[in-house]
């Protein structure tokens, strides 16, 4: 299973509504990452998270949070968010060891009205 | 971490060979080189990673010369279903920790037109 799994596949929230996104693999893999990619725009990181610890913020504003239940799970909980908010989240993981290959999920796409 | 600079877009017709090149002048000893595929509204996948001459995979080339500073990612026979935004990623890839902090420059659009 070579998966990286995120659900929903899109989601339309309010500006006053909480949500989560949710991520899971089942390869083993101790480093999962959250990107947020606008239209048109390359993929910025977010969060690190390296054996269930956050390892880095990018500095993202505290209405995006994220967790780590146990290593095939990553959330990513959004809590009144901005119309400019609006774009694809993805979540990575890899292997530990250096230049592993990332294996990315295939996005949900959030829309803030 | 190394800049890279890559054509903002290409075009090209199937059946045709595609490099696409990208420059790293400032790449450092231990750097690897990386190349992503994103198709639209997906994640990127990974395509090939090299660190000097020439690699090969059943997917794709990746050239590097001797004084790596540039590198040329080849697709050969090029179908419509090659068109993606592919990425470069030189010196992003650093390990610290058990992860791997990936930063995604600009990218090249690529369009395969029938």
């Known amino acids: 299973d070579t998966e990286v799994t995120q659900t929903p596949k899109h989601l339309v929230m309010g500006m006053t509504n909480k949500k989560s996104l949710k991520c899971e693999q089942h390869?083993?893999?101790?480093?999962m990452y959250w990107y947020k990619q606008k239209a048109k725009k390359p993929p910025e990181l977010m969060f690190v998270?390296?054996?269930?610890?956050?390892?880095i913020n990018e500095s993202v504003p505290s209405r995006f949070s994220p967790e780590c239940p146990n290593s095939s799970l990553l959330n990513l909980h959004l809590h009144a968010l901005q119309p400019e908010d609006s774009a694809l989240y993805l979540c990575?993981?890899?292997?530990?060891?250096?230049?592993?290959?990332?294996?990315f999920g295939q996005g949900t796409r959030l829309t803030v009205v | 971490l190394a800049k890279t600079t890559q054509p903002i877009s290409m075009d090209s017709y199937e059946g045709q060979e595609v490099n696409i090149t990208c420059s790293h002048n400032?790449?450092?000893?231990?750097?690897?080189i990386t190349w992503y595929q994103q198709f639209p509204s997906q994640g990127p996948r990974f395509i090939i990673q090299g660190y000097k001459t020439k690699v090969t995979n059943e997917v794709a080339s990746l050239f590097i010369p001797a004084d790596r500073k540039s590198s040329t990612l080849s697709l050969p026979r090029v179908s419509l279903s090659d068109t993606a935004v592919y990425y470069c990623?030189?010196?992003?890839?650093?390990?610290?920790?058990?992860?791997?902090?990936?930063?995604f420059g600009a990218g090249t659009r690529l369009a395969v037109h029938p």
């Open positions: 990623l030189v010196g992003a890839a650093l390990f610290s920790g058990g992860y791997n902090k990936l930063i």
């Open positions: 990575a993981s890899s292997p530990d060891g250096p230049n592993t290959e990332a294996f």
């Open positions: 390869m083993g893999h101790r480093a």
């Open positions: 998270y390296s054996y269930e610890k956050l390892s």
């Open positions: 400032n790449i450092a000893t231990n750097d690897y």
